[in-house]
């Protein structure tokens, strides 16, 4: 199986309706999904599923993926500056609600990303997150289907 592009997931803060996803296509594509995460993780029985756990603290997961990632591969994360070093590698990066990031687009979130740290930073609440909702599963859904539909060739 080595040298096929695979996915791997910045599993700790992946929403539980993505990781089924990712389960589901592992089996049906047979193509490898590794989650690194720094708490246990269950996993399905299946040798296309595999879950890595790393010791605890900050951006140790992401080194992980860094370090394992290669050209070609799929990593599925809500961390822009880990999809920024992932892209940088020749490797696709997804977010769980479906966005592709690009070349084009990561400088963007990683300026949007950082003006939104210096807000909280400054005291000013900028809310959370959105609710996860259908369609944000089916972008996903749709988004893995192009990258598998590409691996194919």
């Not at 992946?14 to 047979?30: D, N, S, T, W």
């Not at 909702?133 to 590409?150: G, I, T």
């Amino acid at each position: 199986m080595s040298g096929a592009p695979q996915i791997w997931v910045d599993a700790d803060a992946c929403p539980g309706p993505i990781k089924e996803i990712l389960f589901r296509a592992a089996e049906r594509a047979r193509v490898q999904v590794t989650l690194v995460a720094n708490q246990p993780l269950r996993t399905p029985p299946s040798r296309f599923v595999r879950a890595t756990q790393v010791a605890g603290g900050f951006d140790v997961a992401d080194a992980e993926i860094l370090q394992r990632v290669a050209a070609g591969d799929l990593v599925v994360t809500q961390d822009i500056p880990l999809a920024a070093q992932v892209i940088d590698k020749g490797a696709l990066a997804l977010h769980p609600r479906g966005e592709l990031y690009t070349r084009e687009t990561i400088a963007q979130r990683l300026s949007m990303r950082n003006f939104m740290d210096e807000l909280r930073g400054a005291g000013v609440d900028t809310g959370g997150p959105s609710a996860f909702h259908a369609r944000d599963r089916q972008a996903f859904a749709n988004q893995l289907d192009r990258w598998l539909r590409q691996r194919q060739g």
